[in-house]
C-alpha cells in the first residue's frame, strides 16, 4: 500500500515538473524572463505572512471541493456536482447569518452544520437517482449545478438583497463570518479564517474513515466492484447514496468557508469555479486526502501568485492558468501510461512464467514416464 502511495506522489511530481516546465516555454515564446517569472509567482503567495495568509484562504474552499471529488471518486463515482453543492452550502450559510441574530459561537456551529447538510442533500439526489434507477452520476449533477445556480439567482435577489446592488446579498454580519480578529491579526489583515482549521479537520475525518472503518472498505469495495460487494453482502445503493451526501456535505462545507470566510456576501449569476478546480485537486492529489491538502496549497500559491508575478514582471498572469491546465493534462497521462505500463509488466511476467517449469513438474514427468 505504502509503495503504490510513493508511487502516485511520484507520478503527481513529475506533472507538477511538466507543468513548471511548459509554463517557462510559454514565458519564453511570449518574451519573458522564465526564472524572474517563476520568482515572482511563488514569491507572490509565499514572500510574506499576509501573503502566506491569502494562499492558506484561497486553498480552503479547493481542499472541500477536492475531498469530495475524491471521496466520491474513491467509491467508484464521479461528482462532477461540487459548485453546485458548494453553492447550496453557501446559500445556507448566508440564509442564516443574514437571517440569525445568535452570538457567534453558536450562530457558527448552526452555519457549518447547516452548510454541510445543504451539501449533504444536493448530493443525496444524485446518489438516489444513481442507486435506484442507475442514472449517470456526471449527467445528474451537472444539472444540479444549474438547479443550484438558478435557485440562489432567484433566492438572493428575493429575500437577501444588497442595499445598492441586486445581483449580490447583503453583506454578512461579523457574527455570521468565520474571519476572526486574532486569526486575521496574526496574519497581519490576510483573507485566511476558521475555515482552513475545518478543512483540516475535514481531511483527518475523510482519510479515518476510508482508511480506518468498515464504512470505508465497504465504499471502496462498492467502487472496486459493485457486483461482487453485492454478493458479498455489502449493500451496494446504500453505500452510493452514503457516498454522494459524504462528498455533497464537503463541497457544502467548501461554501461556507468561501461565502462567509473568504468573501463576505454572496453574488448571483456565478458558479463558483472552486466546484470544478476541486477536479483538478483531486487529480493532482492521487484522490487521497492528504494528497488533496497538498494538491490545494499548491494550486492556492499559484492563484495567489499570478497577480503579482503579472505586476512585477508583465507575465501574463494566464500563464499560471495555463502551468495549472498543464499539470492536470500530465497528471492524467501520467496515470494512464502508469496504468498500462504496470499491464504491459504483468502480460510479461506471465509470458515468462509460462517457459518456467513449475515446481515438481520434472520430476512429476520422471514419475508418470516410468509408470507408463
Not at 447514496?241 to 456565478?270: E, K, R
Request: proline share 3%; glycine share 12%.
Amino acid at each position: 500500500m505504502k509503495k503504490e502511495t510513493g508511487k502516485e506522489y511520484t507520478i503527481a511530481l513529475v506533472a507538477v515538473g511538466l507543468g513548471l516546465l511548459a509554463g517557462a516555454l510559454l514565458m519564453l515564446v511570449t518574451g519573458n524572463n522564465p526564472i524572474l517569472g517563476f520568482i515572482y509567482l511563488f514569491s507572490g503567495g509565499l514572500m510574506n505572512i499576509e501573503r502566506i495568509g491569502n494562499t492558506l484562504a484561497t486553498a480552503t474552499p479547493l481542499i472541500f471541493t477536492g475531498l469530495s471529488v475524491a471521496f466520491a471518486f474513491k467509491t467508484g463515482l464521479f461528482n462532477i456536482g461540487a459548485a453546485g453543492q458548494m453553492l447550496i452550502g453557501g446559500l445556507c450559510a448566508t440564509a442564516l447569518g443574514l437571517t440569525l441574530a445568535w452570538p457567534k459561537p453558536l450562530l457558527l456551529t448552526v452555519i457549518i452544520i447547516a452548510s454541510a447538510l445543504g451539501g449533504a442533500l444536493w448530493g443525496l439526489v444524485p446518489g438516489l437517482l444513481k442507486a435506484k434507477f442507475n442514472v449517470h452520476e456526471v449527467v445528474c449533477t451537472i444539472m444540479m449545478n444549474w438547479i443550484a445556480y438558478w435557485s440562489v439567482y432567484y433566492i438572493v435577489p428575493a429575500y437577501f438583497k444588497g442595499a445598492y446592488l441586486e445581483t449580490e446579498s447583503r453583506r454578512i454580519p461579523e457574527a455570521a463570518s468565520l474571519k476572526v480578529k486574532w486569526l486575521t491579526g496574526l496574519f497581519n489583515g490576510s483573507y485566511i479564517n476558521l475555515g482552513f482549521f475545518l478543512a483540516i479537520i475535514a481531511v483527518v475525518v475523510i482519510a479515518y474513515i476510508l482508511e480506518r472503518t468498515t464504512l470505508g472498505y465497504e465504499l471502496k469495495a462498492v467502487g472496486f466492484n459493485r457486483h461482487a460487494a453485492e454478493y458479498a453482502g455489502i449493500h451496494a445503493n446504500r453505500n452510493i447514496i452514503l457516498s454522494m451526501m459524504i462528498a455533497g456535505a464537503c463541497a457544502g462545507l467548501g461554501g461556507a468557508a468561501f461565502y462567509v470566510g473568504y468573501a463576505s456576501n454572496m453574488q448571483i449569476g456565478v458558479l463558483p469555479s472552486q466546484g470544478f478546480d476541486g477536479v483538478a485537486v483531486a487529480l493532482l492529489g492521487s484522490n487521497s486526502p492528504w494528497g488533496v491538502f497538498l494538491a490545494a496549497i499548491f494550486f492556492g500559491v499559484l492563484h495567489s501568485g499570478k497577480g503579482f508575478m503579472n505586476a512585477m514582471s508583465h507575465v501574463p498572469p494566464e500563464i499560471a492558468d495555463s502551468i495549472i491546465a498543464t499539470i492536470i493534462y500530465f497528471s492524467a497521462t501520467s496515470m494512464l501510461i502508469e496504468k498500462y505500463w504496470g499491464r504491459i509488466q504483468k502480460q510479461l511476467a506471465g509470458k515468462g512464467k509460462t517457459d518456467l517449469p513449475l515446481a515438481g513438474e520434472e520430476e512429476f514427468k520422471e514419475k508418470v514416464g516410468g509408470a507408463s
